[in-house]
T-cell receptor, first 117, second 115 residues
Framework: KAGVTQTPRYLIKTRGQQVTLSCSPI?????VSWYQQTPGQGLQFLFE???????NKGNFPGRFSGRQFSNSRSEMNVSTLELGDSALYLC????????????????FGAGSRLTVL | AQSVTQLGSHVSVSEGALVLLRCNYS??????LFWYVQYPNQGLQLLLK??????LVKGINGFEAEFKKSETSFHLTKPSAHMSDAAEYFC?????????????FGGGTRVLVKP
C-alpha cells in the first residue's frame, strides 16, 4: 500500500512569490491535514480537510490556504511568500476525521521543504 | 487550549543504556496521546498511542510509554538504546471527542546515541 506522497520534496522560491504543494493520501483515506515544521516554532497545525471540506484551521494568516479534491488529494497554497515561511510542510492522512469513536492515527508524508530567499 | 511540554530538547545516551524521554500535557480531560519519531529528511512515524484502557503502552522498535493521569505525563522509554534510535521524538495529544484530527505537538527531543 503506497504511503502519503508529497510533491515537490524540495523547492526554492523568492519573497513575494506564491507556492503550491501537493499531497496524495493513502488510498481510502479521506482526511488530509497539513502541518508546518520550523526550528523555532516546531510543528504547527495548518488545516484539515475531509471530504473536500475544511474541518479545522490553525492560527495562520490568510496567505495560507488549502483545498481537497474529490479523490482526496489535497493542495496547499502560500501566497506572497515571506522569509519566515521557509519550513518543512508535512501532510498527514487518516481514514476518518474526529476523535468521537477512538483515536484516529495520522500517517505522515516525507514533507515538502520550502526555502524562501 | 491544550499544550504539550517535552523536557529536554536534546538527550544523549550511550548504546545499550536506558532511553527516557519526558512528556507532560495540559488538558482539562485526558486526551489521546501519541509518540512519533522523525528521522533526518523524513516525515513522522507513529511509535505508539494511548487511547483508553491499559496505561502501559507498547510500541514499535522496543519503545513503550506509560500514561499517568495524576501526573499528566506520558513518558517514553526504551530499556536499551541502539544506534538506529538516533532521531527526533515528538509527543502529541488530541482531544477525545474532538470534531477533527488536530494534533498538538511538543517541541521535540533529539536523541543522540553514543557508541
Amino acid at each position: 500500500k503506497a504511503g502519503v506522497t508529497q510533491t515537490p520534496r524540495y523547492l526554492i522560491k523568492t519573497r513575494g512569490q506564491q507556492v503550491t504543494l501537493s499531497c496524495s493520501p493513502i488510498s481510502g483515506h479521506r482526511s488530509v491535514s497539513w502541518y508546518q515544521q520550523t526550528p523555532g516554532q516546531g510543528l504547527q497545525f495548518l488545516f484539515e480537510y475531509f471530504s473536500e471540506t475544511q474541518r479545522n484551521k490553525g492560527n495562520f494568516p490568510g496567505r495560507f490556504s488549502g483545498r481537497q479534491f474529490s479523490n482526496s488529494r489535497s493542495e496547499m497554497n502560500v501566497s506572497t511568500l515571506e522569509l519566515g515561511d521557509s519550513a518543512l510542510y508535512l501532510c498527514a492522512s487518516s481514514p476518518l476525521t474526529g476523535q468521537l469513536s477512538g483515536a484516529n492515527v495520522l500517517t505522515f508524508g516525507a514533507g515538502s521543504r520550502l526555502t524562501v530567499l | 487550549a491544550q499544550s504539550v511540554t517535552q523536557l529536554g530538547s536534546h538527550v544523549s545516551v550511550s548504546e545499550g543504556a536506558l532511553v527516557l524521554l519526558r512528556c507532560n500535557y495540559s488538558s482539562s480531560v485526558p486526551p489521546y496521546l501519541f509518540w512519533y519519531v522523525q528521522y533526518p529528511n523524513q516525515g513522522l512515524q507513529l511509535l505508539l498511542k494511548y487511547t483508553t484502557g491499559a496505561t502501559l503502552v507498547k510500541g514499535i522498535n522496543g519503545f513503550e510509554a506509560e500514561f499517568k493521569k495524576s501526573e499528566t505525563s506520558f513518558h517514553l522509554t526504551k530499556p536499551s538504546a541502539h544506534m538506529s534510535d538516533a532521531a527526533e521524538y515528538f509527543c502529541a495529544v488530541s482531544d477525545q471527542g474532538a470534531a477533527g484530527n488536530k494534533l498538538t505537538f511538543g517541541g521535540g527531543t533529539r536523541v543522540l546515541v553514543k557508541p
